[in-house]
C-alpha cells in the first residue's frame, strides 16, 4: 500500500497478482502502469453500492441554527441533499497468440508477458482517458470524465452560490492549451468504484492454450482475458480543481505557481490533506521544472514515490500524465 496515501490502489491490486499466483510475469507490466498512467496508480478504489453504479448525494444546503434563551422554543431545520447515480464501464481485451511462434521462442514465458504488456498498456491507457476525457455523449458506454464535467469556468461548486469557482482560466486562446487536474482523493472524495462482486482493478485471466476458429479454419493460440471495471464517484466538487486554458509554448499564458497556490487552498483540505495529488501534461511539468531546478525556490521539493522521482509543489506530488491534451480548446 502506497505512503502516499494510506489507501488500496490500483497499483497494489496490480502487484498482488505476482505475489498471489507466484508468478513474475505481470511485475513489469505493474510498471508499466506507474510510467504511463499515474491518476490509475493514485485512485482510492472502493466496491459499489449498486452492480453497476455508485447511488451517492451531495449536501445542497444546511438548516441555519438559531441563538435562544432559557425556556424557549427553536424550531427544528433540515439538511437537503441531492442524489446522484456514477456509472460503472467495462472495458475489456483479449491477447491471442499463435501457440508454435510461442513455443519456438528462447523464453516462452517471458515472450508471452512481453506480448501481453501491449495489452496491458493499451487497457491502462483506455481506463485513464476515459477517467480524464470521457464524455458518455459520444460513448453511452463509458463515463463523463474530469475534463468533460467541469468544462466551464463560471459554474459554482455543488450550485452553492458563496463557494469560489473550481475551474480557474490561464488565459490563453486557441486549440493549443492544456489543463491542470488538482484532486483530493480519498474514499468519499474522489475515487474509484468497482462491482462488489467482481475483482477490483485490472483481471487478467490467462485461458491456457486453446484452439481458435476463423471461417472454418483452426490454429492453436494462447490467450488471455483483460477485464477491468471502474466508474468515477466526485462527492463534492471541490475535491476538483482545474486550471485550464494553459499555453503549452511561448512566455505568457503558461504555468503560473499563484494560481496553483489558490487551486490548493480551495480545496477542502487546503493542499493538506493526504491524498492531494496534481496531474500536469509534459509541457507544463517541463515548465515547472524549470522553476524547481531554481536554487532560489521554497515552493519545490523532490520526493521518492513508487521507486521514482517525484516533483512536489507545496508538498503535493506532480504527476505527469500523458493523457491529458496539449490540443484541448480553450473554454470560457
Not at 15 to 20: D, E, I, Q, V
Not at 120 to 142: A, F, H, R, W, Y
Not at 160 to 167: H, L, P, Q
Request: net charge negative; hydrophobic share 35%.
Amino acid at each position: 500500500m502506497t505512503d502516499l496515501l494510506k489507501k488500496y490502489t490500483v497499483s497494489d491490486i496490480l502487484n498482488s497478482y505476482s505475489s498471489l499466483d507466484g508468478n513474475a510475469n505481470y511485475i513489469y507490466m505493474a510498471n508499466v502502469l506507474a510510467l504511463k498512467c499515474p491518476l490509475m496508480q493514485y485512485l482510492p478504489l472502493a466496491a459499489s453500492n449498486q452492480v453497476m453504479s455508485e447511488i451517492t448525494s451531495k449536501v445542497t444546503s444546511m438548516g441555519s441554527s438559531s441563538t435562544r434563551t432559557f425556556n424557549e422554543y427553536v424550531a427544528p431545520t433540515a439538511n437537503h441533499r441531492t442524489p446522484a447515480t456514477e456509472p460503472i464501464t467495462m472495458v475489456q481485451d483479449w491477447s491471442q497468440i499463435d501457440a508454435a511462434l510461442m513455443n519456438i521462442q528462447n523464453d516462452p514465458g517471458k515472450w508471452r508477458s512481453d506480448e501481453d504488456s501491449i495489452k496491458i498498456e493499451s487497457i491502462t491507457q483506455k481506463m485513464e482517458d476515459l477517467v480524464l476525457n470521457g464524455k458518455l455523449s459520444t460513448d453511452p458506454k463509458g463515463l463523463d470524465g474530469i475534463l468533460t464535467r467541469y468544462n466551464v469556468s463560471t459554474t459554482r461548486p455543488n450550485g452553492v452560490s458563496t463557494t469560489r469557482y473550481n475551474v480557474q482560466l490561464a488565459g490563453g486562446s486557441g486549440s493549443g492549451v492544456t489543463s491542470i487536474v488538482i484532486l483530493e482523493t480519498g474514499l468519499n472524495k474522489v475515487y474509484g468504484t468497482y462491482p462488489k462482486n467482481s475483482r477490483a482493478g485490472l483481471n487478467i485471466e490467462d485461458k491456457g492454450i486453446v484452439t481458435s476458429e476463423s471461417s472454418g479454419s483452426l490454429m492453436d493460440v494462447y490467450r488471455t482475458k483483460f477485464e477491468w471495471y471502474l466508474g468515477l464517484v466526485i462527492r463534492d466538487d471541490r475535491y476538483v480543481q482545474l486550471i485550464r486554458n494553459i499555453e503549452v509554448t511561448g512566455s505568457s499564458n503558461i504555468f503560473d505557481p499563484a494560481q496553483v497556490s489558490s487551486a490548493l487552498r480551495r480545496l477542502p483540505g487546503g493542499g493538506q490533506a493526504p491524498g492531494t495529488i496534481m496531474l500536469v501534461s509534459p509541457s507544463v511539468m517541463d515548465q515547472m521544472d524549470q522553476m524547481a531546478d531554481d536554487k532560489f525556490n521554497v515552493t519545490y521539493t523532490p520526493n521518492e514515490a513508487f521507486g521514482g522521482f517525484v516533483t512536489r509543489f507545496k508538498g503535493v506530488p506532480v504527476l505527469m500524465a500523458e493523457k491529458l491534451s496539449e490540443t484541448e480548446t480553450a473554454i470560457s
